[in-house]
């Protein structure tokens, strides 16, 4: 299988670097290059791909506005890489819809490895913003409250099966731990997410993921 990728990155340099590194993982194809977020979203619509890297700061449109708009129209997972790890860049990006957030420092190993889970269909955030967001929502009741009634509500209406996985995406498992845990085809798992996320109206596993946190699943 391949996966295709638009790699969206204002600085030419970092831009061919990144590429560079994806071109040599040969189940990955680079099939855009955009210097802007604009340039993100249009490249995205024409090719369809599998995939969005997607710089944070960028021109005309920055990263966070670029990613709500790919993902609310279908087009493509988004994979969020900065060299930032601030709050406002890594809850922007989850609540735009990021299905993983990536700093730069990773080295190219993690870089493909990344770009193949989220285009595998999950979820990923790199270990330093994990624990950020884990610390965040530590509290239970401080979590609780951050939570909008309608969304808590929708949870109750979560099957027994479904709430056993929304906790297992909140511990930050992939599919196929999940299917060991929970003693099913990795399949069924797949399943299961895709319909927790129709029921809680959320974009992204990651998104699953942090409402777990936040109730203490």
């Not at 194809?29 to 700061?57: F, I, K, N």
């Not at 624990?131 to 401080?142: D, S, V």
């Amino acid at each position: 299988m391949t996966f295709r990728v638009v790699v969206a990155e204002d600085q030419s340099a970092v831009r061919a670097g990144l590429v560079l590194i994806l071109r040599s993982a040969g189940d990955i194809e680079v099939v855009g290059e955009a210097a802007d977020g604009e340039e993100a979203v249009r490249l995205a619509r024409e090719l369809r791909p599998d995939l969005v890297l997607m710089d944070v700061q960028m021109p005309r449109l920055d990263g966070v506005s670029a990613t709500r708009q790919v993902v609310a129209e279908g087009l493509a997972d988004v994979l969020v890489l900065t060299t930032f790890d601030l709050d406002e860049y890594v809850f922007g990006a989850l609540r735009a819809g990021a299905a993983g957030f990536l700093l730069k420092n990773a080295d190219a190993a993690e870089l493909i490895a990344g770009v193949r889970t989220v285009a595998r269909g999950e979820g990923l955030i790199s270990p330093a913003v994990t624990r950020r967001l884990i610390a965040e929502f530590a509290a239970p009741q401080k979590a609780k409250a951050a939570v909008a009634p309608e969304r808590a509500a929708a949870v109750e209406s979560l099957t027994r099966r479904e709430r056993e996985v929304l906790g297992c995406l909140g511990e930050g498992l992939s599919n196929a731990e999940i299917a060991v845990r929970l003693s099913m085809a990795e399949a069924t798992v797949k399943t299961h997410v895709s319909r927790l996320l129709g029921k809680l109206e959320l974009r992204s596993r990651v998104q699953a993921a942090v409402l777990a946190q936040e109730l203490g699943l």
